[in-house]
């Protein structure tokens, strides 16, 4: 079965974008003003919405119809099979190290909102961001779950003779690939830095909120591989994948950007991608 981190974080991400997809109906972004950076719009942005959200359900559902390893598989563990890259955090399990990341990764959540009201530009325009952040989320939730629905990978917690057999074999175990918390905290950090740069483009703080950014979710990173939950290149692809949806949803968004681009999650039983979309 699947945690109950993943769907509360699928029932949180639900109703933001119920207020989100309301905000867009009663029109309080489709009047930006010349001062906003962005452009939003009911007919791209609620059909982005809704199918981030759809397939992070249809995600959420195939994650919890994975199989778990037999005890037979779980005792016959090698640590020789991990590719060379991963192999020095086969076995690490740290439980103190899964409670810490908690906090950076929820604390992550707060940076936009934590944007929006230490700055005036932004704060003027807090419906918009408000949907730009639920549009970034759900890309970000449609593709993790997707991809960890499709693709089993054992924990590095599994190599450890230290953890019950019980629970490395849960379908929970074989959800390494990739990391989510890590994508999850990139995500929203990586958008709160690129809205203040996007909103401030005179502001000498745009280099250190960037290094924070940066730095938040690569905390989260390091505590979840200490923790035994993902490896390495888990980590990495979750972080690579987070910051560009951040940075991506609020640039194709800009009236500044004339590449007149688009992008959308799209998956299926046996794929995984995105419509990435050009119009000249």
């Known amino acids: 079965m699947v945690n109950n981190f993943t769907r509360?974080?699928?029932?949180?991400?639900?109703?933001?974008?119920?207020?989100?997809?309301?905000?867009?109906?009663?029109?309080?972004?489709?009047?930006?003003?010349?001062?906003?950076?962005?452009?939003?719009?009911?007919?791209?942005?609620?059909p982005i919405i809704a199918a981030g959200m759809g397939l992070s359900a249809y995600g959420l559902s195939l994650m919890q119809d994975k199989d778990g390893m037999t005890e037979l598989e779980a005792l016959s563990q090698n640590k020789n099979d991990v590719n060379r890259f991963d192999?020095?955090?086969?076995?690490?399990?740290s439980e103190s190290a899964k409670k810490t990341s908690d906090y950076p990764f929820y604390g992550s959540f707060a940076a936009a909102p934590l944007v929006m009201l230490l700055n005036d530009n932004a704060r003027g325009?807090?419906?918009?961001?408000?949907?730009?952040?639920?549009?970034?989320?759900?890309?970000?939730?449609?593709?993790?779950?997707m991809t960890n629905g499709l693709i089993p990978?054992?924990?590095?917690?599994t190599y450890s003779s230290e953890v019950e057999l019980s629970d490395k074999t849960t379908a929970n175990a074989r959800?390494?690939?990739?990391?989510?918390?890590?994508?999850?905290?990139?995500?929203?950090?990586?958008?709160?830095?690129?809205?203040?740069?996007?909103?401030?483009p005179n502001s000498a703080a745009r280099p250190y909120v960037w290094a924070a950014a940066a730095a938040v979710p690569a905390g989260v990173g390091y505590l979840?591989?200490?923790?035994?939950?993902?490896?390495l290149s888990d980590n990495l692809l979750g972080y690579a994948m987070g910051?560009?949806?951040?940075?991506?949803?609020?640039?194709?968004?800009?009236?500044?950007?004339?590449?007149?681009?688009?992008?959308?999650?799209?998956?299926?039983?046996?794929?995984?991608g995105a419509l990435l979309t050009y119009t000249f």
Request: aromatic share 14%; net charge positive.
């Open 125 to 145: 325009k807090a419906g918009q961001v408000f949907v730009l952040y639920v549009e970034t989320m759900a890309v970000t939730g449609a593709f993790f779950t």
């Open 153 to 157: 990978r054992d924990r590095p917690l």
């Open 87 to 93: 192999r020095f955090s086969a076995g690490w399990h």
């Open 175 to 200: 959800n390494a690939f990739y990391a989510g918390h890590t994508a999850a905290a990139a995500s929203a950090t990586f958008f709160a830095a690129k809205i203040f740069h996007d909103f401030n």
């Open 224 to 231: 979840r591989l200490r923790a035994g939950k993902h490896f």
């Open 8 to 46: 509360h974080i699928l029932y949180m991400k639900s109703i933001l974008a119920v207020f989100a997809l309301f905000t867009l109906l009663s029109g309080t972004v489709l009047g930006q003003g010349n001062d906003s950076p962005y452009e939003t719009s009911l007919k791209v942005d609620a």
């Open 243 to 272: 910051a560009a949806a951040g940075i991506l949803v609020p640039q194709l968004h800009k009236k500044s950007n004339k590449t007149n681009m688009s992008l959308v999650p799209i998956s299926g039983r046996d794929y995984s």
